[in-house]
């Protein structure tokens, strides 16, 4: 689910650790899934998907902040400074990471 708040964006995103490959892809009820190949342990599957999101959107990891769900699969993402539009096309412009 992709909101917006203030100047930002919350990105509500099913998270699948350990996957064989990464990819982004957004799902027909509008759940993002987010597959990475880091294992869920010591924050590096957290950090994957921030490096990811951040490269998919073409903003620097440091503006991709993880919001809730360090511990679970689903997370709230924020991403500063770029909009809700901007997110949605760059996330269904074409499958993969």
Do not use: C, W, Y
Request: charged share 25%.
């Amino acid at each position: 689910m992709i909101t917006s708040r203030g100047s930002d964006v919350l990105l509500t995103v099913r998270v699948q650790p350990k996957a064989f490959g990464e990819s982004i892809e957004i799902g027909a009820s509008g759940m993002v899934r987010v597959r990475v190949t880091a294992p869920p342990e010591d924050n590096a599957a957290n950090n994957a998907v921030i490096r990811l999101v951040a490269r998919r959107l073409g903003v620097p990891p440091s503006r991709v902040l993880l919001e809730h769900g360090a511990r679970g699969r689903e997370k709230v993402l924020r991403v500063q400074g770029i909009s809700v539009d901007q997110v949605t096309e760059l996330l269904a412009d074409r499958k993969g990471g």
